[in-house]
């Protein structure tokens, strides 16, 4: 099974996927962002884009990554990545549902002014990312128009990373 943490930048998906990973047995965190870092030191350099997830690639690439990761080791992956494209979301589901790869989609959600206050209080990625500013209305245009009707929400604007991991390992224990 995959248990997949979706939300934009500043949600809590990376610290949540690893309290998430300690909450159900058999479970290891996969990170699909180092298939699009694996892509971008492709050298010579594959056409330029601003986001690695436009490169056809990188979509079937997680699917087969997750599959044989599943294959070898069984269990559950936690799997901490924002996709906002509903046609990339699309693909890497179906996909997923080809290898009989059942997912628990999740969409950590935190109102505008609390993810805005959480990139500019960001120690790790460095205050007000313009990286992660720039995916807050793309964000919010998917989550009325599609991603939140694809995936239980958690509004995490109130909850702290632990508070979200019980929620979502409950949910997927059920």
């Known amino acids: 099974m995959i248990v997949w943490l979706n939300g934009t930048h500043g949600a809590g998906k990376t610290t949540t996927s690893a309290l998430v990973q300690q909450l159900i047995p ?17 050298q010579p350099a594959l056409p330029r884009t601003d986001n690695f997830q436009h490169w056809p690639p990188w979509r079937p690439l997680v699917v087969e990554t997750a599959r ?23 693909e890497i589901s179906s996909g997923l549902a080809e290898h ?22 960001d120690t790790v990625l460095g205050a007000n990312s313009p990286f ?12 009325r128009t599609w991603l939140h009707a694809e995936a239980e929400v958690v509004d995490t604007t109130h909850l702290t990373p632990a508070q979200a991991a019980l929620q979502i390992a409950g949910a997927v224990k059920m």
């Open 26 to 42: 058999d479970s290891r965190v996969f990170d699909a962002e180092k298939v699009g870092e694996t892509l971008m030191d492709i």
């Open 68 to 90: 044989h990761v599943l294959d070898y080791t069984g269990g559950t992956l936690v799997m901490p990545m924002t996709v906002l494209v509903e046609e990339y979301w699309r």
């Open 100 to 121: 009989a790869i059942p997912v628990k989609h999740f969409v950590l959600h935190a109102d505008q002014d609390t993810l805005r206050a959480r990139i500019a209080g």
């Open 132 to 143: 992660r500013l720039q995916y807050l209305e793309p964000y919010a245009e998917a989550a």
